[in-house]
């Protein structure tokens, strides 16, 4: 031995070639001398018989040499032996023991063509960490991957030895580490006894062998690579000595028993495949497993390999050169067929296209399958074949019992497994087939062919294929191929199953239809008896597609499924019977079959067989516990058969106790002696019912179905009990003695009474403890107490009620028969022994048959008491809530939060405000399943002592004062509803939600509570307008009112209410879904979560598809945005999706859009596309981003605070001597603060960068806002504080925001990236706009405009400042502010109007905006918020309601036009069509400023000149600019008969249906389209300007005349009533302005109306017109002077001759009065007499 390790230290020292020898010989002589060794734990008995021959423990190597091995590298080129590396460490241990990367110290080498060893595998360099490049790992020598090589390090003594290792148990060999120490470094280590016994304690999990508990090989390689990455040394030490352990193994692995070596084959697999080992450990865990695969077919090792090779397939791309060496085995083509695809791929470092799964069955693996069924079924007989040894090995510290089985024979390695890309496994059918009598196997060539038949069978080649089967399968195969068909293509290729059965029906081979057949039976026979305690996906699909292959081939050709094959009624009574998991592989099966039925002339529905299996699914949809997916399974079933569920007729075979009894299982393997269906309760898990054992013991063990529902048992008095008791009339005692009987109740009241106490002081007293901390945990940030008074009650009788039944049952048992016994025996007192048999037989049925209702009694009892207890508990922490609420502030628990904040993890951390939905599911499930109950599946049943209000301080706490109100309410209009209407559907369905009101103000439960918004939700929904109209207001009322008190803050708060309305309206059926006015009405009582509608409507449309979603969305956006119905605080913000998606349909229709929407758009556009650009991440979006953003409250814990910290510091910086210029010093600073807390909060994983700078500015806003609300509430109740101090005190901090946000403008992105900074000005005005709108709604009359001018207005000063940066940005700027002003206009947000006018009719913005932006780029958006203004004073103007508000609001309006009259009259001038067309018509001098206009550059003739020559005015046939889209309302049918009428006076109808197609009601005031009439006047005039200009002619008196255009004038002035003409009179008056053709053409159109008219009102009405717009204070446009004077100085007109002008004196001064102002006293005098000229 010395001289051994003499040679061995002298080896460097000598040339390569010998030093290997050395080396090798050094190996081999360690391994000769290891001694006998005891295998892992559990893998073989204590007595193994040493090796035949002293070679069995040397490295496989020596024994199978590998010649083709030799060019195995793990990096590329290797460099030859001789060549001196440079930089090559003096020993190769230490080398990889150091953590720099390898690729250091073997510098890449580039010698072409190399022979020596490892200068192949190059694919490894992907597993290799630091990403070794090539030549890594170059000339390591031939121990590098598993050749046997030593230890080269001095000062490592092979000190391993046995030292570390549990002798008794896994004995290891005393061979020294030597091949194992290069690969591990870390395997030199000694490890302690403890971390040994560690490591084998998991060997020993994985082999299952007890006392430990099992582990799947999953979950050992997810632990070891948990332990590998470990920051614990402990375990990486385990993970070494594990890894170490297994390595060390390898040799003895030949002697393993088949399943312990399969485990170890895929745990082998595993470790490559999961990447735990890497370097040289790598290479010789992939050289263990080619050596594996190189021993001869059918061996125990070639299957070790299989396996192995099996679990890394998907590895294997990345090694090309392996899978080349791999491929060279001599015996590959007999490697499973998936195996073959994955390497020939792996070659080329590709996986194979389709991903073929193959079950790798070895005898390893059948093992280990009949080894779990056996552990599942213990006391089933082995089957034949098998032998079942039991071998004890007894040791100093654990006794291991193996389980050591024949392997059967004749199981070769099929090559067959057809390609499928799904992940079903069919090791279920294939065990199941391997248990069964065998079959006669074809011969491996048939296989192939038969294979390669259904691998190319198509719908064309299949005539071909059925002649190639006929040749290549002789009859004696048939039974094989039929099973082949089933098991191996039809149970997992769905897709191929229409293929298949035309196959057959090709073939025409009817006894090979009838083995399918049996063979398809067979298969579903053993999934449905196969273990289903597991969620095993595979076997639920098989069943699937094995039940759709079943109704194909039988339902679909007519045949049917015999009773004695399949019962299904009563496979699914079975199912229902035994569970949940049953329903899972049953419901979807029979679902399949059945789906079959509908291509059967025979067994389509209406068939009485189909029909009751389907009625028997539509009993079971009822179920309220029956998983969702199962439903959507029978519903989908329905829909596919043409059925409508709810005209199905279910009965009640489910709940048959009848059919019970006699029924065959079907779902479980068959039983020898089973008993009674009745003595057995309902079956709730799959293993109770699988062998004769369970059954026996199936009382003591499992707990007695409930048979009492919670509300069943009155608890007041132990007379309660007496209605429940179970007397059975067939006990003989009472037969014999019949005044027996009245001895039963007092026994059974005695034994209640004597537990009660104790059980219910005991159940209370530990249940009280847990349920308080869990609660006060979960509801700790939860402000809202009746939430948490009801979660606490919930699960308090929950634990209270199971601690009760676990306690009191078997007392129950034993002292009710001891009681009975003892009444008995007092009643009878000389019995016979016979009597006294009798008297024990009645008191145990007695006692058994009424031990639930006494155990339900006292449950409850305890329970009822829990309740009050509860609430003295908790009552500090209800207290606490209330008060907070008071103070008007939110409570939350600080410690609380800083703990989940730092401490929990994001998933299961609390958050402030409501408890998540999550975590109330799990109290409403403790709600609805109270133990030893029935289900509450009613919730609307009052649910125990909630029932009825607390008799302390909670009596009427706020959600029942809530529900109280609401029902007094509800009643009122009940009351009020007449006689007559009692009996209306309307008026039924306002009792029914009285009703639903009142147990839930009883329950006061959030379930209730969500059904009865369900319910208020569809009745709006379903409501319609044909009803009578008072009952359907009140109707709508009571819902809404119902509604609005869930969502009030002291039920459920308007987030949950608004979230479950939403969720109500997105989910509910497309009849009532698309109901425009109730979803109006929700919207505007703010009812909705409009970010979520709207996302939901823009998906509904599907763009464009859905034509019942789109006609719906037009409706909504038209009603909202458009009409602007009172709907205020809706903004385009809130439709953003619905708007984008509408408009993206109607630029991609093409002229087929549906009708109205280009009008639409057309609208929504021109109010809008100035400041909207559409594009997502566009200044736009970020802008709407920011909106529904401001209004998310989800902040982690502590963010408001440390937001509130860096505010205060800034404003202090801000406000420091030291700032510098700018606030740029005290920038500097301040971002340096920022950066840190953000890098801080992105470590600890809360926020993403652009999500805090959002929540930030979004928080600083808020708390902006909230410190001058609290300056100016100080001002209100000190009324004598300085109002100018104040505003100072809230200006410090506002001002520094500003500047802040200015700031980070300025600085954000690059100096030339203009992107980023509009992105974050437009976010940041988004957050504000969002905050100000929220705050808007929520303090109503409250709300203070303040701080938003202020915010609004420095940063508008602060971003026009005169800087470069700034410059280069502006007109975004700008954008971004008419934009946000656009949003915030007064008809959204009334209570902003007084700021938001001051702030559009700031100088700067007003400068900015008309004359600093070139090429007038700022005019539209400035002519939008013009309209806006003047939108919202319309109504207010148009009813002339000028309270003292609206009148300083109006004199604003004046003052802002006045402006623009003297320093933007062109800007006027461009835009005064769209002006006036919301202006109403009474507002004669608003109109006026506008229409006084006129360009700055011209000169206005005098309109008093005597004879004034309008039309030889140089100016008068120049049109003017209009910037208005003004044909954009008009309906494009109806334009397109206008062209055609003005162009050829067809068609005739035109003129005679122009009335009623400008007439849109009958409510006088309102009959007509203004906007309509407006656009036609200007069309027409603009047309027949041009219609006389193309004749060379100018308009004129003359040339005005007959023409279409005219015609429809004329038309118009004659038809049209009262109110329709004064309009339409109007409309041409508004053309009259300064000299310009329009103004000519309009003139000359007025004038000839007046002459031409057939009756006197046409010409009074036109006076008025003219007259009363200039009777108002100046200014007056030049247009409507020279018409009047035109019209009283021309005598032509007669005007002085009508009657109207002298029908009152006072009317008579004030014309005189007029003429005398237009035309100088003298002239006025002769033209009223007659005399004056032409």
Not at 645 to 660: F, S, T, V
Not at 778 to 804: K, P, Q, V, Y
Not at 920 to 934: I, T, W
């Amino acid at each position: 031995m010395c001289f051994i390790e003499c040679t061995e230290k002298n080896s460097r020292s000598v040339s390569q070639e010998l030093s290997e020898t050395i080396l090798t010989m050094v190996a081999n002589c360690s391994n000769v001398m290891n001694k006998a060794r005891q295998p892992p734990p559990g893998v073989m008995p204590k007595g193994r018989p040493p090796s035949a021959s002293s070679l069995d423990a040397i490295s496989p190597v020596q024994i199978d040499p590998l010649a083709g091995m030799t060019s195995l590298s793990i990096g590329g080129s290797a460099a030859p032996h001789t060549q001196s590396m440079q930089g090559f460490p003096p020993n190769l241990g230490s080398a990889f023991s150091t953590p720099q990367s390898p690729a250091k110290a073997f510098p890449p080498l580039s010698t072409p063509n190399q022979t020596t060893a490892f200068s192949g595998i190059g694919g490894l360099s992907s597993q290799l960490p630091g990403g070794l490049g090539t030549g890594s790992l170059t000339g390591i020598g031939t121990g590098a991957l598993g050749l046997p090589a030593v230890n080269n390090d001095p000062f490592v003594q092979r000190k391993l030895g046995t030292s570390g290792l549990n002798q008794p148990t896994f004995q290891q060999s005393k061979m020294k580490p030597s091949d194992l120490s290069q690969v591990w470094p870390e395997a030199n280590q000694h490890f302690s006894k403890e971390i040994d016994d560690e490591a084998n304690s998991y060997f020993q999990r994985i082999y299952n062998h007890p006392p430990h508990p099992t582990m799947s090989v999953d979950e050992v390689l997810e632990m070891l690579q948990r332990f590998k990455d470990s920051t614990i040394k402990r375990e990486r030490e385990v993970f070494n000595c594990m890894l170490r352990n297994l390595f060390e193994e390898y040799r003895f692995f030949p002697q393993y028993p088949d399943k312990e070596l399969h485990i170890t084959a895929c745990l082998f697999g595993g470790i490559i495949e999961k990447g735990l080992v890497t370097y040289m450990a790598l290479g010789l865990a992939l050289r263990y497993v080619l050596e594996a695969l190189r021993k001869p077919f059918g061996s125990k090792m070639y299957y070790f390999g299989i396996a192995a090779l099996d679990r890394f397939k998907n590895r294997l791309k990345d090694y090309p050169q392996y899978c080349q060496h791999l491929a060279s085995i001599s015996h590959f083509m007999q490697f499973p067929h998936h195996l073959q695809e994955y390497i020939e791929y792996g070659q080329q470092s590709r996986d194979p296209p389709v991903k073929m799964q193959g079950s790798i069955t070895t005898p390893g693996s059948i093992a280990l399958a009949q080894a779990q069924a056996q552990a599942q079924v213990p006391a089933k007989a082995p089957l034949a074949g098998q032998v079942s040894t039991m071998v004890t090995t007894s040791t100093t510290t654990t006794v291991a019992k193996t389980v050591t089985v024949t392997r059967p024979t004749g199981v070769s390695f099929k090559k067959d497994v057809p390609p499928s890309i799904n992940t079903t496994n069919i090791d279920t059918l294939l065990v199941a087939t391997d248990q069964t009598e065998r079959i006669v196997e074809p011969p491996e060539n048939i296989q192939e062919k038969i294979a390669f038949i259904f691998n190319n069978l198509s719908q064309s080649n299949m005539t071909q294929k059925v002649e190639e089967l006929k040749e290549t399968v002789k009859e004696e195969f048939m039974p094989w191929v039929s099973q082949y068909l089933v098991m191996k293509r039809v149970s997992i290729e769905p897709n191929f199953h229409s293929l298949y059965s035309n196959f057959l029906d090709t073939l025409k081979n009817p006894e090979f239809n009838k083995m399918v057949l049996n063979e398809t039976y067979r298969n579903i026979k053993v999934l449905l008896t196969s273990d289903k305690a597991a969620a095993n996906f595979s076997d639920r699909s098989l069943l699937k597609n094995l039940g759709h292959w079943l109704g194909m081939i039988t339902l679909a050709k007519n045949k049917p499924i015999l009773h004695t094959d399949l019962d299904v009624k009563s496979l699914l009574l079975e199912a229902y019977v035994k569970g949940q998991q049953e329903l899972l592989y049953v419901v979807p099966f029979v679902a399949k079959v059945l789906e079959s039925s509908i291509r059967s002339v025979v067994f389509r529905p209406p068939n009485p067989w189909t029909m009751a299996i389907m009625n028997v699914l539509a009993e079971l949809h009822q179920e309220h516990d029956l998983k969702l997916n199962l439903k959507f399974e029978i519903e989908v079933l329905c829909k596919n058969l043409a059925l409508d569920i709810n005209e199905l007729k279910p009965g009640n075979l489910l709940k048959d106790k009848d059919r019970l009894k006699n029924l065959d299982e079907q779902l479980s393997a068959p039983k020898k002696d089973v008993k009674q269906p009745e003595e057995l309760p309902p079956i709730t898990t799959t293993t109770t019912s699988t062998t004769p054992a369970t059954n026996t013991t199936c009382t003591a063990t499992v707990p007695p179905q409930p048979q009492y529902s919670y509300h069943d048992i009155n608890v007041y008095s132990l007379a309660g009990l007496a209605p429940h008791i179970t007397l059975n009339p067939t006990i003989p005692l009472f037969q014999a003695h019949p005044q027996l009987k009245q001895c039963v109740r007092q026994a059974i009241e005695r034994a209640v009474q004597e537990l009660v106490h104790p059980v219910v002081d005991r159940s209370i007293k530990i249940a009280m403890t847990t349920c308080e901390q869990i609660v006060r945990k979960d509801f700790a940030l939860d402000s809202e107490e009746s939430r948490m008074r009801i979660a606490a009650h919930h699960m308090m009788r929950n634990l209270t009620a199971g601690m009760a039944m676990i306690t009191c049952r078997e007392p129950l048992l034993m002292s009710i028969s001891t009681n009975l016994k003892n009444s008995f025996a007092s009643a009878l007192r000389t019995a016979s022994p016979q009597q006294r048999e009798m008297m024990d037989q009645a008191a145990a049925q007695l006692a058994q048959d009424n031990c639930e209702l006494a155990c339900c009694f006292i449950q409850k009892t305890a329970v009822e008491k829990a309740g009050p207890e509860m609430d003295k508990r908790l009552a500090t922490e209800f207290e606490l809530r209330k008060h907070a609420r008071q103070e008007g502030r939110r409570y939350c628990d600080p410690v609380v939060l800083t703990y989940q904040a730092e401490r929990m993890p994001e998933q299961i951390r609390l958050k402030v405000g409501g408890v998540d939905p999550k975590q109330l599911a799990v109290y409403e499930e403790f709600a609805r399943n109270v133990p030893g109950f029935l289900p509450t599946n009613d919730l609307s049943q009052p649910t125990g002592f909630l029932a009825q209000p607390m008799k302390q301080a909670w009596a009427t706490d706020d959600v029942a004062q809530i529900y109280d109100k609401c029902i007094t309410e509800l009643e009122q209009h009940l009351h009020a509803i007449p006689p007559t209407l009692a009996m209306n559907p309307q008026a039924q369905a306002l009792r029914s939600l009285l009703e639903v009101v009142v147990l839930s103000r009883n329950s006061r439960d959030a379930i209730a509570a969500l059904g009865l918004l369900q319910k208020a939700v569809e009745g709006l929904l379903d409501a319609t307008s044909g009803a009578d109209a008072d009952l359907l207001l009140r109707y709508r009322e009571c819902h809404l009112l119902v509604l609005k008190a869930l969502q009030d803050g002291r039920a459920y708060g308007s987030p949950w209410c608004n979230k479950q309305i939403t969720r109500c309206l997105i989910e509910c059926r497309d009849e009532y879904k698309y109901n425009v006015e109730a979803v109006e009405l929700l919207i505007r009582n703010h009812l909705v979560n409009m970010q979520q509608y709207d996302l939901h409507l823009a998906q509904s449309m599907e763009n464009g598809l859905n034509y019942m979603a789109v006609a719906f969305a037009m409706q909504l956006v038209k009603i909202l945005l458009v009409d602007e119905r009172s709907v205020a605080h809706v903004t385009e913000a809130d439709l953003f999706h619905t708007i984008e998606t509408l408009m993206r349909i109607n630029a991609h229709s093409r002229g087929n859009a549906p009708e109205g929407l280009p009008q639409l758009m057309e609208v929504v556009r021109s109010n809008y596309e100035a400041m909207i650009d559409r594009a997502h991440g566009g200044p736009n979006f970020m802008m709407h981003s920011g909106i529904s953003q401001a209004s998310e409250y989800d902040d982690p814990p502590g963010l408001r605070e440390k937001a509130e910290y860096l505010l205060r510091e800034w404003v202090n910086l801000y406000h420091s001597a030291a700032a510098g210029r700018d606030s740029t010093k005290a920038f500097s600073a301040f971002v340096g603060q920022v950066e840190l807390l953000e890098r801080k909060m992105h470590q600890q994983g809360i926020l993403k960068t652009d999500d805090l700078i959002t929540r930030f500015f979004r928080l600083c806003t808020e708390m902006c806002v909230e410190i001058s609300y609290r300056a100016q509430a100080e001002q209100q109740h000190n009324p004598a504080a300085n109002p100018t101090m104040i505003r100072a005190k809230c200006y410090h901090n506002l001002d520094a925001f500003v500047r802040l946000i200015a700031l980070l403008v300025k600085h954000s992105g690059e100096a030339t990236n203009t992107v980023t900074k509009i992105n974050l000005l437009n976010k940041v005005l988004g957050i504000v706009v969002g905050v100000l709108l929220q705050d808007h709604d929520v303090r109503q009359s409250e709300f203070q405009q303040l701080p938003y001018h202020r915010i609004f207005i420095m940063l508008l000063l602060e971003l026009n400042a005169p800087e470069h940066v700034l410059e280069t940005i502006n007109f975004q700027t700008l954008t971004a502010f008419c934009n946000t002003f656009h949003i915030l206009r007064p008809t959204k947000a009334p209570g902003f109007v007084y700021a938001w006018l001051e702030l559009i009719s700031h100088r700067i913005f007003i400068a900015r905006m008309l004359a600093h932006t070139p090429q007038q780029k700022g005019w539209p958006m400035y002519a939008q918020l013009l309209i806006d203004l003047f939108k919202y004073l319309a109504p207010f103007l148009r009813n002339v309601e000028l309270t003292k508000p609206m009148q300083i609001l109006y004199k604003g309006t004046l003052r802002v036009l006045l402006v623009l009259l003297h320093d933007f009259p062109e800007f006027l001038c461009d835009y005064h069509y769209g002006f006036c067309d919301v202006i109403p018509p009474n507002c004669i001098q608003l109109r006026n400023l506008i229409l006084s206009a006129f360009p700055r550059n011209m000169r206005l003739p005098d309109p008093f000149t005597p004879n004034l020559k309008v039309d030889m005015l140089s100016e008068i046939n120049i049109a003017p600019r209009i910037l208005t889209n003004f044909t954009g309302v008009m309906p494009p049918q109806f334009k397109k008969d206008l062209d055609s009428y003005l162009k050829t006076r067809s068609p005739v109808t035109f003129l005679s249906d122009l009335r009623s197609n400008l007439q849109v009601s009958n409510e006088p005031g309102n009959r007509y389209n203004l906007q309509l009439i407006n656009a036609l006047v200007l069309y027409v005039g603009t047309q027949a300007i041009a219609h006389i200009h193309n004749k060379g002619s100018t308009p004129s008196m003359s040339t005005i005349t007959h023409s279409a255009h005219m015609d429809i004038f004329q038309n118009l002035a004659v038809d049209l009533d009262t109110e329709g003409r004064y309009l339409f009179l109007n409309a041409i008056a508004n053309q009259l302005r300064y000299p310009n053709s329009h103004t000519h053409y309009f003139s000359c159109t007025m004038l000839y109306l007046f002459a031409e008219a057939n009756t006197e009102a046409i010409q009074e009405q036109i006076t008025r017109v003219l007259l009363e717009r200039l009777i108002v204070n100046r200014p007056h446009p030049w247009g409507l002077l020279i018409t009047f004077i035109e019209l009283i100085k021309n005598p032509a007109f007669k005007f002085w001759n009508h009657e109207f002008v002298h029908c009152a004196p006072e009317i008579e001064k004030l014309f005189q009065s007029v003429a005398q102002c237009c035309m100088g006293q003298k002239q006025a005098q002769q033209v009223m007499e007659g005399t004056g000229a032409s």
